[in-house]
């Protein structure tokens, strides 16, 4: 299965909050995770990516921060958000077996910070 | 640096007319390639891959692609295009430096006209 599920799909957050975005992958063991940003009208930013429980690779020096506490779990958070925190979060996974990956993509969580 | 370019930001085509979206590709190591298409709102979904073997691949949807190693490119197509294919479609690649992480294009916007 390459079902992602993120979590909430909407967000309103005020500048200075906190934020934790959840997503959970189905299928096999021990996949490659991934966040990326979509910023209005752009392209996708990778944000952070994670090759197994606890290594987080980060991408983009920002007030963000990932975590990976479960083989299939993959969170985002921020202590404080910020104006230029408002976009598209799509959380991604790839599996397979040496030459073979291939990524999938989870529904998305809009945020909007105001 | 490796990179991902996707040179036309719209088109607009005639519902019924061919299509063929552009993408090339600056790597340092044979590619691994994708196009997926985003929705509104919507996660990304794959819409074919290339790894190896025969340079023209089909994909869902009625959609296949050409990778041209001369040409450095991995170019969308669809023989009739359809109302419901009005969407932003991405070309990715991956392997570039031996590492996890895909590079994207920055995607290109399909309006069809009726």
């Known amino acids: 299965s390459q079902t992602i599920h993120q979590w909430p799909a909407t967000l309103v957050q005020p500048v200075g909050s906190p934020l934790s975005l959840e997503c959970t992958v189905e299928g096999t063991s021990n996949p490659n995770l991934y966040w990326y940003r979509q910023a209005a009208g752009r392209g996708l930013q990778l944000l952070f990516y994670s090759v197994g429980i606890g290594q987080i690779s980060s991408e983009v020096p920002q007030n963000l921060s990932a975590s990976r506490p479960q083989d299939r779990q993959f969170i985002l958070s921020s202590k404080k958000l910020l104006l230029s925190d408002s976009g598209f979060y799509l959380c991604?996974?790839?599996?397979?077996?040496?030459?073979?990956?291939?990524?999938?993509f989870g529904p998305g969580t809009r945020l909007t910070v105001l | 640096a490796q990179s991902v370019t996707q040179p036309d930001i719209h088109i607009t085509v005639s519902e019924g007319a061919s299509l063929e979206l552009r993408c090339n590709y600056s790597?340092?190591?044979?590619?691994?390639l994708f196009w997926y298409v985003q929705s509104p709102g919507q996660g990304l979904q794959l819409l074919l891959k290339?790894?190896?073997?025969?340079?023209l691949v089909q994909g869902i949807k009625g959609f296949e692609a050409e990778f041209k190693r001369s040409q450095s490119s991995f170019n969308l197509r669809k023989p009739s295009v359809h109302w419901s294919d009005a969407a932003e479609y991405f070309c990715?690649?991956?392997?570039?430096?031996?590492?996890?992480?895909?590079?994207f294009g920055t995607g290109t916007r399909l309006k069809v006209l009726a």
């Open positions: 790597y340092g190591a044979t590619p691994y």
């Open positions: 990715a690649a991956t392997r570039l430096r031996g590492t996890y992480k895909y590079i």
């Open positions: 991604a996974k790839a599996s397979g077996t040496g030459r073979t990956d291939t990524q999938y």
């Open positions: 290339y790894f190896s073997g025969d340079t």
